[in-house]
């Protein structure tokens, strides 16, 4: 049997192998980490390489994902589909060892890292999901949710802003199941941290609530596995790992020094290295006795059939309950769900509430048929009206709840958004003022890069709300959304399109929706049958002309009602007028090209956008003929009324520009 050190020292090889072949990527880490990574994986991590989905493994999120030949190391090791010439290919042109590991490409990686923080962002949501899931389904006598996350962190990794966002709430809620690594190398891009990140990071996370195990040899293995000895025995609080180590250890000129940390060490280091780690081994190839030390397979199918057999009591036991945890598992909706019975309810209703209280209605009638619904804000609830009647708050003592009180964490929550959904058996979603998504931003990125099934509701959506002023008036920030790819985004106009947003969201499983809603009351608009259904398309013509229009005005939210107004006025004057509303341009410009043509015909080139945002995006709809009232500029603190009017959003003002089109 290989030792510890042989063992380790194939994911050394494989790491600076790969690097070297692409001429690019990051070996000290993997180099640095190799030991810990050996130990963790061979004696304590419970997963199944044959079925990298099964429900109940331990989770492992690399954090530092720069790192990524680490990962790939393991996996290949492990026995998981990823092959050697995979690692041949590192950060290849559709290799499935990006520079960067990439959920969706690989077998076993947990989630996307690179964005330095993230991943134990990730990891925290994934930790609450954990406990989450097994407060709702385990029954005395009978747990079928119940393993561990494991995160790797670097220097980078807690200098990010996130990381402490994260790490309190961990800490608050008490995530025993939680333990992360620190990789204690002392060295950035940069160079030394110690002039630029003196922390004292035991305090810090101490101060947190976490338990930490501190001044760990990184190298040494029996160091490591009393440390995770130790942190298995804190199942009331997470553990940090404080492990020192030597970024690059083997690399005889570059080890302990930047110049392991982003580029391949070149072949005479490499070949100084295999000679101080004792691998004569050729590049890429692992020797079978190695091979056979790190396979994983046999004993993680032992663990899954264990699990199985306890699965199987637990359905003659709990039936009812065993079917719906693996329709959560599945993530399939419950069949009896109607969401268009949502739509048509908000029609008949013929309210005229803000946005953001129509979509309350709508999570009070979701919420009891959607048990996967886990909600959150980030301080805002009573403004973002996000916590729906019967909602029960998820606490270290009560962890059985739906919600989730984030404080004020919105980047934070958005990575843990995503680590919940990564995890399976949730759709969250979380809320935020609109203003707001630019703390959030690289999060909601990476559920879209991810396509992960995440519900964003941002409230307080224009210069309508009023008084707080420019810090807090969203211009920007709707085209940032919608320009983002695989993100979904929906401004609803009133109620009933309300409701077909959240209908649309939840069947939505490939990837995030935004809903963007207001402070403000929204006049209910009256609909037939044919435009309830066209919602969902994202585009609809909500009243039309007599005969051929000779102008489009097109329009979202708050600003529907007053193209409705300013159609009404130019329609007396004797002009042939159409209005779209147009809630998600993305699902509308994702339909076929005779819908796009028959709501937005190209003959009409008089055509009029409306919106309360910036106005540059609506070029694309209204074309170089047309005209757009919009915002170009920050907004200003006054009463909402004041500010529709100063900034030109009056039936006067819409009215004028249309005719000017018209000529």
Known sequence: MPSRFELANAIRALSMDAVQKANSG??????GMADIAEVLWNDYLVHNPCDPKWSNRDRFVLSNGHGSMLLYSLLHLSGYDLGLEQLQNFRQLH?????????????????????????????????????????????????????????????????EGISHEVSSLAGTHKLGKLITFYDDNGISIDGDVDGWFTDDTAKRFEAYGWHVVSGVDGHKPDEVKAAIEMARTHDDRPSLIICKTIIGFGAPNKQGKEESHGAALGESEVAAAREQLGWSHAPFHIPEDIYQGWEA????????????????????????????????????LPSELNTEALVEAAQEKAESPASRKASLNCLNELGPQLPELLGGSADLAPSNLTFWNGAKAISAESPDGSYLHYGVREFGMGAIMSGIALHGGFIPYGATFLIFMEYMRNAVRMAALMGQQEIYVFTHDSIGLGEDGPTHQPIEQLTSLRTTPNLCTWRPADAVETAAAWAHALKRSGGPTALVLSRQGLPHQQRNKSQLANIQRGGYVLKDADGTPELILIATGSEVGLAMDAAGELESQGKKVRVVSLPATDVFDAQDADYRESVLPRAVRARLAIEASHRDYWTKYVGLDGDVVGMASFGESAPAGDLFKHFGFTKDNVVEKAKALLG
């Open 26 to 31: 990051h070996p000290g880490a993997p180099m």
């Open 297 to 332: 397979c046999e004993r993680g199918q032992k663990h899954q059939d264990d699990w199985q057999a306890r699965f199987e009591r637990y359905q003659d036991a709990h039936p009812d309950l065993a079917r719906e945890f693996q329709r959560r598992q599945k993530g399939t």
């Open 95 to 159: 290799a499935k060892t990006a520079g960067h590991p990439e959920y969706g490409y690989a077998p076993g990686v947990e989630t996307t890292t690179g964005p330095l923080g993230q991943g134990l962002a990730n990891a925290v949501g994934m930790a609450i999901a954990e406990r989450t899931l097994a407060a709702q389904f385990n029954r005395p006598g009978h747990t079928i949710v119940d393993h561990y996350t494991y995160c790797f962190v670097g220097d980078g990794c807690l200098m």
